[in-house]
């Protein structure tokens, strides 16, 4: 049952890090994100649905905040083009995709397909704006682990799910603390319209992800899961690869997200 009243900003404290709170304020990231879908012609969020939401799961949506340290909010409209559409239109100015032998061989973004739980539109995403991977303590964690050890299962489980398309939390203890983290990963799909919001919005390096690269335990290609690289500087490009996952690699880890809808 959606909250009585309305509250137009999260703040929060997160655990790990002492104050300043984060702040999150709906109407500022509302007007922000129609900007952006205007701008590349395509459907903007509802206001209406998108405030719904919030209201609804805005007690959720604190704790979270506070437990994870997230401090980005994203929205997913209704109405998206398919992936391979919207990943051209995102990658709009970059060099072509280099695209992996697994992931050309899964049918390439036509053959993605993401999480069931991650179909729909109209949703608000939670996830955490820093540039780099090891710029936030709960980012910094994932590096180097794969996903097994993500999300704390093996490699037969993980296939199983990746089989039926179900959902793959993300459930792993860091080393040092005492929060678990515990949500779900990005799908192709909204990473691609988080960096590419966040190359229009300017960065430190004019792109984020240029150190590191992202497991995005949401999407599935042909029984692997996908992952995009860092931020080629050379070439202008991401590379997109679909491997097993079991597989490791020191310079990816993870974007933890809580969508909400």
């Known amino acids: 049952m959606a909250k009585k009243g309305y509250f137009s900003k999260i703040t929060a404290v997160f655990n790990w890090n002492p104050p300043p709170p984060i702040i999150i304020?709906?109407?500022?990231?509302?007007?922000?994100?129609?900007?952006?879908?205007k701008k590349y012609g395509l459907?903007?969020?509802?206001?209406?649905?998108?405030?719904?939401?919030?209201?609804?799961?805005?007690?959720a949506i604190q704790q979270e905040v506070a437990t994870l340290g997230y401090d980005h909010l994203l929205m997913i409209p209704d109405g998206l083009p398919s992936l391979p559409e919207l990943w051209k239109l995102m990658a709009k100015g970059f060099k072509p995709t280099w695209q992996g032998n697994n992931f050309q061989a899964g049918g390439s973004f036509a053959g993605v397909k993401d999480a069931r739980n991650c179909r729909s539109g109209n949703r608000l995403v939670l996830l955490h704006g820093a540039d780099e991977l090891d710029q936030h303590p709960?980012?910094?964690?994932?590096?180097?682990?794969?996903?097994?050890?993500?999300?704390?299962?093996?490699?037969?489980?993980?296939?199983?799910?990746?089989?039926?398309?179900?959902?793959?939390?993300?459930?792993?203890?860091?080393?040092?603390?005492?929060?678990?983290?515990?949500?779900?990963?990005?799908?192709?799909?909204?990473?691609?319209?988080?960096?590419?919001?966040r190359f229009d919005a300017g960065g430190r390096s004019g792109h984020i992800d240029s150190e590191y690269g992202n497991w995005l335990p949401s999407s599935y290609s042909a029984g692997r899961l996908v992952f995009a690289s860092p931020w080629d500087t050379d070439f202008r490009r991401i590379d997109v690869h679909a491997v097993d996952a079991d597989a490791a690699y020191v310079r990816l880890g993870c974007r933890p997200s809580r969508s909400f809808s």
């Open 25 to 37: 304020d709906f109407d500022s990231v509302l007007a922000a994100q129609q900007a952006f879908y």
């Open 138 to 197: 709960v980012l910094k964690a994932t590096l180097g682990l794969s996903p097994s050890a993500l999300t704390g299962k093996n490699l037969k489980q993980i296939e199983a799910i990746i089989k039926r398309s179900g959902h793959l939390p993300i459930d792993f203890q860091p080393p040092g603390v005492s929060t678990r983290i515990k949500d779900q990963g990005l799908t192709l799909s909204w990473y691609a319209i988080f960096q590419r919001q």
């Open 43 to 59: 459907p903007l969020p509802d206001a209406d649905r998108m405030l719904s939401i919030w209201r609804h799961h805005y007690e």
